[in-house]
């Protein structure tokens, strides 16, 4: 009896090892893509990935360091729109700095590869600075440059922790308030955004955008491991390049759908999809400038990927600063392939 039940349990496992057929992969559904430093990728099964991040954070306990995950902070003002002031948590720093605790406060964070000198952390802080008054403080994760994608999945939920640990001691011995900060990433970032509201004390955030939140090695069944719309008072995703680098089901509350969500126009040949992953920062930071582009509400996000939400206009607009009191829901928004890419007024 016995040996029949140690050849059952081989039997089962040689068929859960058996490769799923490219033509029944389906990214974040049975599986993973998971994106190279090169633009290639390559498919793991969601046992294989699984197994793959449990090696590596166990790997990173036994080795004694719960490997660094370094967070540095850059304030940018008014008074200093373009030179970034190293910013810790000690009164000294903050008080040597330009951070107004009077004025409203955005984080803004990066994704793979990424560092605080990206072209999205210029765009969005230029936006917002060119609105008013407003403390950006850009993040810098150093564990998002690892060669290997998974590696930077893991550092995730340290990072976030850090980002939460910088906002508590704002608001706790700097005035800081919550309800005018607001929480922007990209990708991985949008990730790490989520764990920062997840950690922050004496209630949650006031916003957390996600632009294109990243899919590889993040599960949609799974939202305590991810962005999701609980993370602060209001969620928004700009939801671009769908299946592919980002998630196309819905992350926010309010989760918008340029061009239907999976690939965007003026990304030709976009075999990697970083073109239209990259776009949600340009969107984003064009919305925060001009509020400029105009939504059609769906039934569900199926409607809005396949842009059957009809023709009218819903009066919510993407990015828009209104949205936390307002918005729930999908939405499909019209794009153009060159900016200015909203459709206006």
């Not at 550092?155 to 976030?160: L, R």
């Not at 006031?206 to 590889?216: C, E, F, K, R, Y």
Request: with cysteine; proline share 5%; charged share 20%.
């Amino acid at each position: 009896m016995k040996v029949v039940i140690v050849l059952a349990i081989c039997a089962l496992t040689a068929v859960a090892a058996v490769p799923i057929p490219e033509d029944q992969r389906v990214n974040g559904e049975n599986g993973w893509y998971i994106p190279k430093v090169d633009g290639s990728s390559y498919w793991v099964s969601t046992e294989e990935g699984e197994q793959m991040l449990a090696d590596l954070e166990k790997k990173e306990e036994m080795e004694g360091r719960i490997l660094p995950v370094p967070v540095t902070f850059y304030l940018y003002t008014n008074k200093n729109p373009s030179k970034g002031q190293k910013i810790t948590e000690t009164a000294k720093s903050i008080n040597n700095s330009d951070f107004d605790a009077n004025n409203p406060t955005r984080f803004v964070i990066h994704g793979w590869t990424q560092s605080y000198t990206a072209g999205m952390n210029k765009d969005i802080r230029a936006a917002w600075l060119g609105r008013g008054k407003y403390n950006v403080i850009i993040v810098d994760w150093a564990r998002a440059r690892s060669v290997e994608y998974a590696s930077s999945v893991v550092a995730v939920p340290k990072a976030g922790q850090k980002v939460a640990s910088m906002i508590n001691y704002l608001v706790e011995k700097h005035g800081m308030s919550l309800e005018t900060t607001e929480v922007i990433g990209h990708s991985l970032g949008a990730h790490v955004a989520g764990f920062a509201g997840k950690n922050t004390k004496n209630g949650l955030l006031h916003a957390i955008v996600g632009l294109d939140p990243a899919l590889p090695l993040f599960s949609y069944n799974k939202p305590n491991k991810r962005l999701n719309s609980n993370d602060a008072q209001y969620v928004e995703s700009i939801q671009t390049n769908g299946g592919g680098l980002g998630f196309l089901k819905p992350i926010g509350k309010g989760a918008f759908y340029p061009n239907g969500g999976k690939s965007q126009p003026g990304c030709p040949l976009d075999v990697t999809g970083a073109c239209s992953h990259a776009r949600s920062c340009a969107y984003y930071a064009e919305s925060v400038a001009r509020d400029d582009f105009p939504s059609m509400r769906c039934g569900d996000y199926q409607e809005a990927v396949k842009d059957k939400c009809g023709s009218s206009y819903s009066g919510v607009k993407m990015g828009a600063v209104t949205n936390a009191y307002m918005v729930a829901g999908d939405f499909y928004v019209p794009v153009h392939s060159s900016a200015p890419y909203g459709f206006g007024a």
